[in-house]
């Protein structure tokens, strides 16, 4: 895209993309090391993604009043107004993923020194890790405005949704074993929800991108699969379609 | 379920495939889906053209100013026409009410249909013609006369009132139509110059529907206004387009974006990009488009 005839409006939208790969670097390793701080049960590392948050928190308000500032300022037009509204969505989404990584950094504090049967833990990291390579393709989507690559993220969430509803069974599995399980597994059902989101979070990404970059919304339907609202017992006939068997 | 299923896709390619199905069965009927397509891009309801320009090309002397303009006029709709300074907008607007007729050498040539009527027919009484086509001008220009007498000079070369009280009655109720009535109702006597800006320019445009026009061109009307007169203006110009068909050249985008229904955009003569404003705005097609609405040239 050439260059506005006025330079400070580059200036800002520069300073608006910046600041949404900045949070995006930040909720990275947020997941990151909040996956690693369950797995290992690393309390410090628990720690500091809980109080690392708050500098999302103040990025996101602040790509808020830049962009308020910029419409007021500048009146922006087509792209450039897809440009700055799309940048509140984004910082929106990366504010909310920095949220379920903390909460999971939270749960991991409220579990520790308990019983765990660590194979269940695994499969939490294994789900966390798809999510961060979403969250990771996403936010290089965002860099690259590629159109391409964010739909490529937008599908693989299905897949995200799938191994969480498998990771559920699994849990209630060892509740129904062991009533002592109970609140380990609940605590750890919570992260796996936590992380399921954030794969959520990403597909909304990848929505804002689509927009941003071709002015049109995603008119597919969304791969939804988490099924697990139907798997309790209280929609009996929605068991038969039940997918994750 | 695979884990790796791919996402539903919406089902449009069935929609889009089956009336071509259905033509291989059915005689082709005017109007039916078969036609459908062609409509599409410009929005579905679409409202009939009150002007239509074919290939319309203008000359100053050897000079091509516009490359042959294609376009509609929809009627009761707000069109507007932007485009950086020199591309022709507004040399574009004055053939619709044939004031390029007034500047020597300017020479127009192609179709502008007004009703399905040329309007460049040998036989067409102009003046007629600009009763039709009323025009509101950059700058506010009353007569140097009294405010009543501003618009009543329209009503009565054209004969339009029978008696005093007819007269007085155009009068009303065109300053009423351009929201100005409160205001001038106790100063009809005084002149029309002594009047504020944006009053001055919406006398004018109680001027211009004082003859009962089908068409309102305004070239720039606000650009002289300030905030306040601005917004009055545009606010007007909104209940107008119940009345009238309504074509806007405007450098303000933002004013074009907030008036409009439709947007055409000019450059460097040719008639670039046309549209819902809606669209124009927040989704152009054309490269140049963009860059002119986002401040990148002009």
Same mark, same amino acid.
């Given at each position: 895209?050439?260059?506005?005839?006025?330079?400070?409006?580059?200036?800002?939208?520069?300073?608006?993309?910046?600041? &949404?790969?900045?949070?995006?670097?930040?909720?990275?390793?947020?997941?990151?090391?909040?996956?690693?701080?369950?797995?290992?049960?690393?309390?410090?590392?628990?720690?500091?993604?809980?109080?690392?948050?708050?500098?999302?928190?103040?990025?996101?308000?602040? &790509?808020?009043?830049?962009?308020?500032?910029?419409?007021?300022?500048?009146?922006?037009?087509?792209?450039?107004?897809?440009?700055?509204?799309?940048?509140?969505?984004?910082?929106?989404?990366?504010?909310?993923?920095?949220?379920?990584?903390?909460?999971?950094?939270?749960?991991?504090?409220?579990?520790?020194?308990?019983?765990?049967?660590?194979?269940?833990?695994?499969?939490?990291?294994?789900?966390?890790?798809?999510?961060?390579?979403?969250?990771?393709?996403?936010?290089?989507?965002?860099?690259?405005?590629?159109?391409?690559?964010?739909?490529?993220?937008?599908?693989?969430?299905?897949?995200?949704?799938?191994?969480?509803?498998?990771?559920?069974?699994?849990?209630?599995?060892?509740?129904?074993?062991?009533?002592?399980?109970?609140?380990?597994? %609940?605590?750890?059902?919570?992260?796996?929800?936590?992380?399921?989101?954030?794969?959520?979070?990403?597909?909304?990404?990848?929505? %804002?991108?689509?927009?941003?970059?071709?002015?049109?919304?995603?008119?597919?339907?969304?791969?939804?699969?988490?099924?697990?609202?139907?798997?309790?017992?209280?929609?009996?006939?929605?068991?038969?379609?039940?997918?994750?068997? | 379920?695979? !884990?790796?299923?791919?996402?539903?896709?919406?089902?449009? =390619?069935?929609?889009?495939?089956?009336? !071509?199905?259905?033509?291989?069965?059915?005689?082709?009927?005017?109007?039916?889906?078969?036609?459908?397509?062609?409509?599409? @891009?410009?929005?579905?309801?679409?409202?009939?053209?009150?002007?239509?320009?074919?290939?319309?090309?203008?000359?100053?002397? =050897?000079?091509?100013?516009?490359?042959?303009?294609?376009?509609?006029? @929809?009627?009761?709709?707000?069109?507007?026409?932007?485009?950086?300074?020199?591309?022709?907008?507004?040399?574009?607007?004055?053939?619709?009410?044939?004031?390029?007729?007034?500047?020597?050498?300017?020479?127009?040539?192609?179709?502008?249909?007004?009703?399905?009527?040329?309007?460049?027919?040998?036989?067409?009484?102009?003046?007629?013609?600009? !009763?039709?086509?009323?025009?509101?001008?950059?700058?506010?220009?009353?007569?140097?006369?009294?405010?009543?007498?501003?618009? !009543?000079?329209? @009503?009565?070369?054209?004969?339009?009132?029978?008696?005093?009280?007819?007269?007085?009655?155009?009068?009303?109720?065109?300053?009423?139509?351009?929201?100005?009535?409160?205001?001038?109702?106790?100063?009809?006597?005084?002149?029309?110059?002594?009047?504020?800006?944006?009053?001055?320019?919406?006398?004018?445009?109680?001027?211009?529907?004082?003859?009962? @026009?089908?068409?309102?061109?305004?070239?720039?009307?606000?650009?002289?206004?300030?905030?306040?007169?601005?917004?009055?203006?545009?606010?007007?110009?909104?209940?107008?387009?119940?009345?009238?068909?309504?074509?806007?050249?405007?450098?303000?985008?933002?004013?074009?974006?907030?008036?409009?229904?439709?947007?055409?955009?000019?450059?460097?003569?040719?008639?670039?990009?046309?549209?819902?404003?809606?669209?124009?705005?927040?989704?152009?097609?054309?490269?140049?488009?963009?860059?002119?609405?986002?401040?990148?040239?002009?």
């Amino acid at each position: 895209m050439s260059e506005h005839t006025v330079a400070s409006f580059d200036a800002e939208l520069q300073e608006l993309r910046r600041s &949404i790969m900045e949070m995006g670097g930040i909720a990275e390793k947020m997941l990151a090391d909040a996956t690693v701080a369950l797995v290992r049960r690393d309390v410090g590392l628990a720690q500091s993604v809980v109080t690392t948050d708050f500098r999302l928190d103040t990025i996101q308000r602040d &790509i808020e009043e830049k962009a308020i500032l910029t419409i007021a300022r500048r009146q922006p037009m087509a792209i450039d107004l897809r440009e700055v509204i799309s940048a509140i969505r984004i910082a929106s989404d990366i504010e909310r993923i920095g949220d379920m990584a903390k909460n999971i950094s939270k749960r991991t504090l409220a579990i520790s020194g308990q019983f765990e049967p660590q194979r269940v833990v695994l499969g939490v990291e294994r789900m966390s890790d798809m999510v961060l390579g979403q969250l990771k393709d996403i936010l290089d989507a965002y860099t690259q405005l590629d159109v391409d690559k964010a739909l490529e993220v937008w599908r693989r969430d299905g897949a995200t949704d799938a191994l969480y509803n498998s990771l559920f069974r699994e849990l209630l599995t060892y509740m129904m074993e062991d009533p002592r399980n109970i609140t380990f597994c %609940t605590h750890l059902l919570f992260c796996a929800k936590n992380v399921e989101r954030i794969g959520d979070h990403t597909t909304n990404v990848a929505e %804002t991108i689509h927009y941003l970059v071709t002015g049109q919304p995603i008119t597919a339907e969304r791969p939804k699969m988490d099924r697990t609202a139907y798997e309790t017992g209280i929609h009996d006939d929605a068991a038969p379609g039940a997918p994750g068997a | 379920m695979p !884990a790796h299923a791919e996402p539903k896709q919406p089902p449009s =390619s069935e929609i889009e495939t089956s009336p !071509a199905m259905t033509d291989l069965t059915k005689p082709v009927v005017a109007g039916d889906a078969a036609s459908a397509p062609a409509a599409a @891009p410009h929005g579905a309801n679409r409202p009939e053209p009150k002007v239509t320009a074919s290939d319309v090309k203008v000359f100053y002397g =050897s000079a091509e100013a516009l490359h042959g303009i294609d376009t509609e006029i @929809p009627a009761h709709q707000v069109t507007a026409l932007i485009g950086p300074s020199g591309c022709g907008k507004s040399t574009f607007l004055r053939c619709l009410n044939r004031m390029n007729d007034t500047i020597e050498g300017a020479r127009v040539t192609g179709r502008i249909l007004m009703d399905g009527e040329d309007i460049y027919d040998k036989s067409l009484d102009v003046v007629l013609l600009r !009763a039709r086509v009323g025009m509101v001008f950059q700058k506010p220009n009353p007569f140097p006369k009294s405010i009543f007498e501003n618009i !009543a000079y329209g @009503p009565r070369i054209h004969g339009l009132a029978k008696n005093k009280a007819e007269l007085e009655e155009i009068v009303e109720r065109s300053l009423r139509r351009a929201g100005l009535w409160e205001e001038a109702k106790d100063r009809l006597k005084e002149p029309g110059t002594g009047l504020s800006g944006g009053q001055q320019q919406r006398l004018c445009i109680a001027r211009a529907i004082a003859v009962s @026009p089908e068409v309102i061109l305004m070239d720039e009307p606000c650009s002289a206004l300030d905030p306040i007169a601005t917004a009055r203006i545009e606010e007007l110009i909104d209940e107008l387009r119940q009345n009238y068909t309504i074509v806007i050249v405007t450098h303000s985008m933002q004013q074009a974006a907030r008036v409009s229904q439709k947007t055409c955009f000019f450059h460097l003569g040719d008639l670039v990009e046309e549209g819902d404003t809606d669209m124009i705005f927040t989704n152009p097609r054309d490269k140049r488009t963009q860059d002119y609405i986002t401040g990148r040239f002009g």
